[in-house]
């Protein structure tokens, strides 16, 4: 092999890693000795049940843990087992979903439910392979549940772990691309702990959420890893990871109609292969106009723009699409996050 082909920064991570392995036991015990000090209490961490491990992997994709617990609590106590799950209809999960935000995860946990029990693998899949073929399920969630649940010596590269090993090794390759995860897949695989990887992934996940922050102050100076660590080192931690560029945010507007005779509304079904997907809504137009947009939502690629008009009526109008219920009842349907902003700030009530 010719060095000359390599970097300067690339062969010092080949030297680190050919020197690194009898270190590995001190970055082990450090590690684990902080975790064991400073992890948070969590209900999935306090369980081996694959089923409930997957829910909760698949509420804290995209959700902070603060959140995410309410949700998690909500959706054990209503369905135990996956046998509940899968029985239920997808308008109760959405339902229960509601305010938690990209509803593909919602449709793609019930379906995996559905494909759990038609194919037997009550209570869970035990092999690797099948919980990655599991709709929703990517490499990361995947390892997290083998590992949690089996024990299983896969990794489980979150955003927190993709941060934790960037400054590490001090990789400045965007970790969001395709090949910049195979890299830091590769790496992890050498630091992985194959004898204790359930408590090696929870260890270094949690490092990455409470300690090694993407804002890090002055936790450098007295970081338990800081020996093993070649961002500290080279004064580059600030810096890592590395993202590929955002993609341009892009500019949408609707116009709600929110028709009342002071019992009934109108409300329809979400069919468009778009945003909030069978979730339900008022009448709307996308349109663009003058007018003044009162409410923004923005999503990860999109910023929504929105105003809701109301109509008085003595008789409610005939329109394709949307069904007539009695206000009351608009608490039985899922509705987005925007819309149920829009409630609250317009005051509507079933009399309104």
């Keep these: 092999m010719k060095y000359e082909n390599f970097s300067a920064k690339k062969l010092q991570i080949c030297v680190f890693f050919c020197n690194f392995a009898p270190k590995m036991e001190n970055l082990y015990r450090q590690l684990y000795n902080w975790y ?43 369905w135990p087992h996956v046998e509940d799950l899968a029985a239920a209809d997808e308008a109760e999960v959405l339902r229960e979903w509601q305010g938690l935000g990209y509803y593909s995860r919602a449709r793609n946990l019930h379906k995996a439910a559905q494909m759990i029990v038609e194919k037997a693998w009550s209570p869970f899949p035990t092999r690797f392979e099948d919980i990655r073929a599991l709709p929703g399920v990517g490499d990361y969630t995947a390892g997290a549940i083998a590992s949690f649940a089996y024990n299983m010596p896969y990794p489980a590269m979150d955003g927190n772990v993709y941060r934790v090993v960037a400054r590490l090794l001090d990789i400045d390759e965007p970790f969001d691309t395709s090949a910049g995860k195979k890299l830091f897949h590769h790496k992890i695989e050498a630091f992985l702990d194959r004898e204790n990887p359930r408590l090696f992934n929870s260890a270094i996940m949690e490092f990455g959420a ?6 890090l102050g002055d936790a450098c100076l007295t970081c338990p890893l800081q020996s093993t660590c070649l961002a500290y080192a080279h004064g580059t931690a600030g810096l890592l990871p590395v993202r590929k560029p ?17 019992e009934h509304t109108l409300i329809r079904r979400r069919e468009e292969k778009d945003i909030w997907y069978h979730l339900y809504e008022f009448p709307c137009q996308e349109e663009q106009t003058e007018d003044n947009y009162p409410f923004t939502h923005v999503l990860s690629h999109q910023k929504l723009h929105a105003r809701f008009i109301v109509h008085r009526a003595q008789k409610m109008p005939e329109i394709p699409g949307t069904i007539c219920i009695r206000w009351e009842e608009l608490n039985d349907f899922a509705l987005s996050r925007l819309t149920l902003r829009a409630l609250d700030t317009l005051r509507l009530t079933p009399h309104s």
Excluded at 210 to 215: F, N, R
């Design 36 to 78: 064991a000090q400073n992890h948070r209490v969590l209900p999935w961490r306090e369980t081996d049940d694959p089923y409930a491990i997957w829910l909760s992997e698949i509420i804290l994709q995209q959700t902070r843990v603060a959140q995410g617990l309410e949700y998690y609590t909500r959706f054990i106590a209503r």
């Design 210 to 215: 409470l300690y090694c922050t993407p804002i």
């Design 246 to 262: 955002r993609p341009k945010v892009r500019d949408r507007w609707f116009s709600y109609h929110i028709y009342t005779d002071g």
